[in-house]
């Protein structure tokens, strides 16, 4: 009787497991600041860590690329960063380079780069990489809208990110959203940067924040700091904040554009 009662018990505990990043009964670990107040007051406080993030390109791919590298390389600690991409992708949004990395603060020795085959290669790899405890943070690049990045392939990224506590981010050039388990979802426009003395002066990116698992949406002018890195409210602009936006929509039936600027209310 023990025995099966142990059996009943191990069954429960699976499809639990299963449920939770679907429920949003995660175990959460404690939120990183992104830096930006208004930001982070929207959010738990700042990016969860240990769960996935999507990031999608509203105006250059570019500047959606420089938004996930700022992301993770808060999340990711004193651990290494793995970005994965596809064969063609260098040629369709540029490839990644060690000297940009660095101009971001970001080091380029901490950043190991694989290159897949095609999106399924992708997918796979990436769930397998957030296996590894010695990576803080994943980013898995793929373009478009393939099938195989579905509901259940999304879930799969929750599980294995909740598991080891590392940071699952989806970046999505020329894509729209679809149904995902994602914690947030950001769409990234490019943003005037304002002035510094710094001869190149500082990313700024138009962020809207069109998901969020716990809480309240909303847009922001949202500048990388690279020598802090951290992000935080551009010197010298009005606030870019638009107020909440629309959440995406589940059955994919309005258009992508439509759904990430649409305010609430």
Known sequence: ???????????????????????????????????????????PGGILPGVLHEVFAGDMSAAASGFAAGLAQRVRGQKRLLWIRQDYAAL????????????????????????????????KAAADALSCIALGAVIAEVPGNPKILDL????????????????AILLRPSAHPEP?????????????????DEDWGRPCFDAALVRNRHGETGRWA????????????????????????????????????DRDWRRAG
Not at 15 to 21: H, V, W
Not at 152 to 167: E, F, I, P, S
Not at 180 to 196: D, F, L, P
């Open 152 to 167: 259940v392939a999304t879930r799969r990224l929750t599980l294995g990110a909740r598991n080891k506590g590392v940071t």
């Open 92 to 123: 369709e949004h540029g490839e990644i380079c060690p000297t940009g990395l660095n101009e971001l603060g970001i080091d380029p020795s901490a950043v190991l780069i694989l290159r897949t085959a095609n999106a399924a290669d992708a997918l």
């Open 222 to 257: 949202m500048e990388w700091n690279c020598d802090d890195g951290v992000f935080a409210k551009p010197a010298g602009h009005p606030a870019t904040d638009h107020g909440p936006v629309a959440a995406t929509l589940a059955d994919g039936s309005a258009q992508a554009e």
């Open 180 to 196: 995902s388990a994602t914690e947030t979802r950001w769409t990234i426009r490019t943003h005037v940067s304002a002035e510094h």
């Open 1 to 43: 009787m023990d025995s099966l009662l142990r059996k009943i018990e191990g069954v429960f505990e699976g499809t639990r497991a299963l449920l939770n990043p679907i429920s949003g009964e995660s175990r959460q670990r404690p939120a990183i600041a992104t830096g930006h107040a208004d930001a982070d007051a929207v959010l």
